[in-house]
Structures are given as C-alpha cells and as structure tokens.
C-alpha cells in the first residue's frame, strides 16, 4: 500500500503539469503589422497566459489574439504598446458580429477566457467591445478616452 502511494506521489505533479502552459509573460514585438501569429508560433500559441504585445498591428493580428484567448489559454493580454497599420474601418465578420478593432467595435466580444487587458492609446471603447468577457476583472483604459460604447461591459463580472 505505502509503495503505490508512493507511486501514485510521484507521478502526479507529471500530470498536473502535462498541461504545459506558458505562465510567465511572452512579449512578442511584431515589426510587420499582421505578422503576430507566425512570430508566436503553432507550439505556443495555445499554451501562453499571459502575452505583452509590441509593435505595429493590423486585422489579422486582432483576430489572432481573439483565436488563442478562445483555443488556448490567455488570461491576460497587454497590446499598450502598439500602433495601429490597417486601412481605415478595417474589420471581419465572426458568428452574427462585425468585428472593428480601429472603432473598438465587438473587439473581444465573447473572450470569456481573459481576465486582465491593457489597451493602447489608439484603441477606442466601442459597442460591445468587451460583451460576454465574464472572467475580465482589470483592464486599464488609457488616458484620452472620453466615451465608452453601448453594452460594452453586459455580461462581465
């Protein structure tokens, strides 16, 4: 009995860990706007919990971000530090709502895995920005935002 006890012991930090998530902050400075999938990578991208994002973004990064925080496992998110490189009214369609991230239009609309976001300057509180993210608990607005969109926080904590 004590020696499958201590068999059992041992292995069972193996599976709690098996998991092999990402938990310390991955900063990743994307150079080329809509480049931020390859510079992650298939091996990480489902992994990461908390990814700092540098640079220069455009749709197909938005939506990147949208698909690890719904497939993997990000909780917290920091694009302060980032520009916008996209045609004016940029957006793509997910499910029955228009995604606008330059209008900050259903942006992280249904994200239900993020628990903290740091947003940039350029990034404006539209409708629906954050609707259904029932797990955000922080997110830092940055200076210069004067108005918030319709429903944005329905369904948050």
């Given at each position: 009995m004590l020696l499958a006890f201590m068999l059992l012991s041992?292995?069972?930090p193996t599976f709690a860990a098996d998991d092999n998530l990402i938990t310390e902050q991955v900063t990743i400075d994307v150079k080329k706007a809509g480049t931020l999938s390859s510079l992650?990578?298939?091996?990480?991208?489902?992994?990461?919990?908390n990814l700092k994002v540098t640079g220069k973004l455009n749709i197909s990064d938005i939506k990147f971000i949208r698909?690890?925080?719904?497939?993997?496992?990000?909780?917290?998110?920091?694009?302060?530090?980032?520009?916008?490189?996209?045609?004016?009214?940029?957006?793509?369609k997910e499910s029955n709502y228009t995604i606008i991230p330059e209008k900050g239009q259903c942006v992280f609309y249904d994200c239900k895995k993020i628990q903290q976001i740091v947003l940039p300057s350029w990034f404006r509180i539209g409708d629906h920005a954050f609707y259904v993210c029932s797990n955000l608990t922080s997110i830092k607005i940055p200076d210069g935002v004067t108005s918030i969109g319709d429903d944005t926080f329905s369904g948050c904590i």
């Open positions: 041992s292995v069972m992650v990578g298939n091996d990480k991208q489902n992994r990461i919990t698909e690890i925080e719904r497939s993997g496992a990000l909780k917290i998110l920091d694009f302060q530090n980032t520009t916008w490189r996209d045609y004016i009214g940029a957006s793509y």
